[in-house]
């Protein structure tokens, strides 16, 4: 099942996708075109936990000039306040040289999950869904790298459209990823070429923290990033999971 | 009454701290630095790390000492508004380089130990002081006059790239010298005006 959460005539709505159209909680079924979206994401009773990966498709790495793939995970934690919905508006500050999409396969905590072992992993993923997990580099500092400034900007997680339940995602480590930038295709990987897959990914993270229906885990982006600006639509779009469109929207400058 | 604990996101601050900056600066524009930081760094301590006031914290198999990271937290209300202050202990396995984001060394399950009532008589966070004991045992103060950012410059220079929204926490930062504790001990935080913040450290499962 396909699962989103959208705002219709001013109501918050749970609602799934049949036919090409929404079927909210009401009954009511709906265009895609007549919602705000929302992240596909059901509030969490504590503040979410979202932890996204730098660095973990080999390609990248070496596009970004490191010398060779991490040994560890290199994560970062993102605030909820960074992330918007399907088909919204990312600000890009006036005046910066270089900020980029990353098309990343997010994954959806479904159960608690606290020292689970790698052969048991897949049994703690609910959902899976489309993160577009923006970075400025103009802000980058050696200090906590990659920075907050950098990656917790408001408007700059944009995730959906879709939360797609993990049963009906077939091979979650052999997943095509690509993005568009109006229309021409910009980045293309798989999610097999990942350096630290998931079953991995939730061993190492719940070995140290408890992880709880909702977290997120942004999984990392390959080879292929571009300056985006003022006007771009931007379609990060994965295999079985769904095509999530963003549009950049520069900011005045500031007098 | 129930003890607080956040309903958002909790932010933590680096180098926020005159002596802190101070002890780290021979090093900023070496590698992997290059320079001193420009914005707020900032981390965060995610929500499996709460641990309320008088609750054990326990220390994973293998960790046998961490650093109190003793601290005030600004919880915000609405419109980037702060609400109330709250102390906090913000512990971390003992770690030297600062190049790449702590997860592994602060979100850890319990990692935060959070006071029970927020301050909210409106006092300016840059007159409070707190000090940590150990065991009774007073180990470090700091004085939040001494601050590189005060609380309201790091509030604007915090909201200059992003929104801290109603129930978000930012953490003003730890003072050098950051006292060490073991399983089996009681890290109480003291400061004028505020409840004592009081978890003891025990020793986790295997």
């Not at chain 1, 091979?171 to 293309?188: I, K």
């Not at chain 1, 997120?216 to 003022?230: F, N, S």
């Not at chain 2, 641990?51 to 650093?67: D, F, M, N």
């Not at chain 2, 419109?79 to 592994?104: E, W």
């Amino acid at each position: 099942m396909k699962r989103a959460r959208v705002i219709h005539q001013g109501v918050t709505h749970d609602a799934t996708e049949r036919d090409g159209r929404l079927l909210l909680a009401s009954g009511e079924a709906v265009e895609f075109d007549a919602v705000t979206w929302l992240p596909p994401l059901a509030p969490t009773p504590r503040a979410r936990t979202i932890l996204a990966l730098g660095l973990n498709y080999a390609d990248h790495a070496k596009e970004l000039a490191f010398s060779k793939a991490p040994e560890e995970p290199l994560v970062f934690v993102k605030g909820e306040g960074a992330l918007i919905g399907h088909r919204q508006f990312t600000r890009r500050p006036a005046q910066v040289q270089f900020m980029h999409y990353e098309c990343e396969l997010a994954v959806v905590i479904g159960r608690t999950a606290k020292k689970v072992r790698r052969a048991d992993a897949w049994d703690f993923i609910g959902g899976y869904t489309v993160a577009n997990d923006y970075a400025i580099r103009d802000y980058l500092e050696n200090w906590y790298r990659p920075n907050l400034r950098v990656k917790n900007r408001d408007t700059c997680t944009p995730l959906g459209p879709f939360l797609v339940d993990a049963a009906d995602v077939p091979d979650p480590m052999n997943l095509a990823l690509r993005t568009t930038v109006n229309g021409a295709v910009t980045q293309s990987g798989n999610t097999r070429d990942m350096v630290f897959d998931l079953p991995f990914l939730i061993e190492y993270f719940s070995s140290f923290m408890t992880l709880s229906p909702g977290d997120l885990i942004l999984t990392g982006t390959p080879d292929g990033v571009v300056d985006c600006r003022h006007g771009d639509v931007v379609v990060t779009e994965i295999e079985h999971v769904g095509a999530l469109v963003n549009t950049i929207q520069e900011e005045s400058p500031t007098p | 009454m129930k003890p607080y604990l956040p309903t958002g996101t909790v932010y933590g601050t680096l180098l926020n701290f005159r002596a802190e900056w101070d002890a780290l600066s021979p090093h900023m524009h070496a590698a992997p630095y290059k320079a001193p930081p420009e914005a707020p760094i900032l981390y965060v301590k995610t929500a499996n790390t709460f641990t309320p006031h008088g609750a054990p914290i326990a220390l994973p198999a293998g960790v046998a000492q961490v650093e109190v990271g003793a601290t005030i937290g600004l919880v915000m209300g609405g419109s980037g508004q702060v609400a109330g202050c709250v102390l906090m202990n913000d512990l971390s396995i003992p770690h030297t380089s600062f190049y790449r984001p702590p997860v592994k060394y602060k979100c850890l399950d319990g990692f935060l130990g959070i006071g029970a009532a927020l301050r909210t008589d409106g006092a300016d966070p840059a007159s409070f002081s707190l000090e940590v004991r150990i065991d009774g045992q007073t180990c470090q103060r700091a004085d939040f006059s001494e601050l590189v950012r005060p609380p309201a410059q790091l509030l604007a220079d915090v909201a200059d790239f992003m929104t801290l929204r109603a129930g978000d926490v930012l953490m003003l930062g730890c003072n050098a010298g950051r006292p060490l504790a073991r399983a089996g001990q009681r890290v109480d935080i003291v400061a004028p005006g505020f409840e004592v913040l009081s978890n003891a450290l025990v020793g986790g499962q295997p």
